[in-house]
T-cell receptor, first 111, second 113 residues
């Protein structure tokens, strides 16, 4: 089955800095890669997703890049703010198979 | 209106008891899921139902029995609770079985003493 590795497990940045979270996947047939944000004590929420026919996608301060050859994808957050502090999960799936999540990255943004 | 609602939010119980968690979605989605999030925050799929039919059943002990009376509801019944069942259980839904754009419920924190 699919295996998704996520790094780092914890990331601390200063407000205004950029943050990058990286994930690798094992199944080259995977074609859908979402990112979820989970604030403390809250539910995971989808923040951005990308399909395998696209190399990059942006939404305001967040962007996701995908390298199919290397089987890795990354989340980029620019101009970080304290409210960006949360656990971020990457995930991968192919077609209609199970969505496999990475183990999460706790992002701490200090004012 | 909450899109995916689950109850109860907290559940504290003794080992060996039987408990249920209820989930409802008002998004008109066809597919519903149960995920377990352990103390290390790892999210793992347990079950997936599409239009009331079970389509995914990961290696979950048969003490866990999901039931979907209609496509808007997916309940989880757990028999003979064990300490290791302590976790946060999330219900989720999506338009179809593509797993895309999951909407999660607010979670049920289960503590087995």
């Amino acid at each position: 089955g699919e295996n998704v590795e996520q790094h780092p497990s914890t990331l601390s940045v200063q407000e205004g800095d950029s943050a990058v979270i990286k994930c690798t996947y094992s199944d080259s047939a995977s074609n859908y890669f979402p990112w979820y944000k989970q604030e403390l004590g809250k539910r995971p929420q989808l923040i951005i997703d990308i399909r395998s026919n696209v190399g990059e996608k942006k939404d305001q301060r967040i962007a996701v890049t995908l390298n199919k050859t290397a089987k890795h994808f990354s989340l980029h957050i620019t101009e970080t703010q304290p409210e960006d502090s949360a656990v971020y999960f990457c995930a991968a799936s192919k077609g209609y198979s199970t969505l496999t999540f990475g183990k999460g990255t706790m992002l701490l943004v200090s004012p | 209106d909450t899109a995916v609602s689950q109850t109860p939010k907290y559940l504290v119980t003794q080992m060996g008891n039987d408990k249920s968690i209820k989930c409802e979605q008002n998004l008109g989605h066809d597919t519903m899921y149960w995920y377990k999030q352990d103390s290390k925050k790892f999210l793992k799929i347990m079950f997936s139902y599409n239009n009331k039919e079970l389509i995914i059943n990961e290696t979950v002990p048969n003490r866990f029995s999901p039931k979907s009376p209609d496509k808007a509801h997916l309940n989880l019944h757990i028999n003979s609770l064990e300490l290791g069942d302590s976790a946060v259980y999330f219900c989720a839904s999506s338009q179809d079985t593509s797993n895309e754009k999951l909407f999660f419920g607010s979670g049920t924190q289960l503590s087995v003493l």
